[in-house]
């Protein structure tokens, strides 16, 4: 019999009803003094089977204590039954025709009970299709089994681990249903931040082939290339929304299971970021040239203030770069032409007794609605932004927040900035100060 791992569900109401329907023919049909059911929880392939105790008859029937019985099932009294654990029972084995041979009867009869004090005892585990659900456990004290009753009980205990598995299996294939849908989910949500992540890059390279192309005008050779660089920087952008709009029209699945699909397959573990010493300068002074570009190419003022000396924090290079390429992204796209856009390095505050460096990413732009504050950092919510004319996927606040967090930093939002026109937005990134 090989162990196979199995999850069941909660019993139903209907399934306790087939349980004391059996017990009645066991102890009205079978003159069965003491009965009980024990379920198997779900394990781990290969491993020893947990039973719990399901349903007894007579529920307050003593069954002896621990040292006289040789009930391994109970703790002494049928009143109290708590969990056991116990090799594979082996199942009742029965000959396909006994015919007249007594001696043959009698030897298998021996072989599938025990005797006690308290009577005569069958174990029987429950068992369909290799997959143990349960046990059976049935004695009298009157008399032995004999060959007809060992085979209604045979029977009885097949019922019972046949009605366990129906009864399990609407809740195993919601299981499996809920597993495939989480799978996909995830699926999604790392190629949105994939895509997303893709933009910014792509921006810039497109905005540095339109400086070029602006410089190279005496250069023919160097013109043409150029303009190619920019062409296929539009194709491949034109080609990211469309997917992007492509993937928000298709629905999740949701009402079909396939048992050889990712469903059953383990979900993808969460990766987690390995932090070191790092300086913050080190991840902006790159970003800042791109963005510096393309504040120039929108009109917009970039203010760049950084401290001398600042210590170190504990981070994450690429995280990082992600983070403030996110929020300084944010602030260029949603700052009309001539605005402003701060980048201010060196701040320093105690939180929960630890000292952080804070990194601002100030705007003059429109602003964050209060209403849409409280929503601001969840994957693809734009808030009033969604009926705008500026594009975006609501996904680059949510992927600086994880990434903050799992830096062990914190994310601040202040917006308005200006009080008087209601518009400005402030974000505040707060990094762990290394040895602090």
Known sequence: MSSVAHTLATPSQDFMSLCQAQMTLLTKGLKADWSGIYLTQERE????????????????????T????????????????????????KSLKLPQSLGTNFELEQKVIQENQTTSSNGYQLVLPLIYQEIVVGLLVTRRKD????????????????????????????QWYQQQLSQQQTWQQQERDRLDDLFHQLRNPLTALRIFGKLLLKRLQSDEKSLVITENIVRESDHLQELLQDFEVDRQEIPLKDDIVTLDTPATRSLPAEKTLSLSAIQVTEVLEPLLISAQSIAYEKS??????????????????????????????????YTPSGGQVLVKVGLRSMI??????????????YGIPVEDQEHIFERHYRGVQEKGEITGSGLGLAIAKDLVTQMHGFIELVSPTNETYKTGTRFLV?????NS
């Open 45 to 64: 392939e290969n491993t020893e089977a947990t039973l719990l105790p399901f349903l007894f008859y007579p529920p307050k029937e003593e069954c002896g």
């Open 300 to 333: 917009i003022e970039l203010r760049i203030d950084i401290v001398e000396d600042l210590p170190c924090i504990w981070g994450n290079s690429p995280a990082l770069r992600e983070v403030f390429s996110n929020l300084i992204d944010n602030a260029l796209k």
């Open 352 to 365: 929960n007794e630890k000292t952080y460096q804070g990194i601002t990413i100030d705007d003059t732009g």
């Open 66 to 89: 621990r040292e006289s019985a040789d009930l391994t099932l109970s703790d002494g009294n049928t009143g109290v039954h708590e969990p056991i654990s116990l090799p594979m029972a």
């Open 430 to 434: 707060w990094l762990p100060v290394v």
């Open 143 to 170: 008399r032995p089994w004999q060959r007809g009753e060992l085979e209604q009980i045979e029977t009885i205990a097949q019922t019972l681990a046949i009605a366990r598995l129906l009864d399990s299996r609407p």
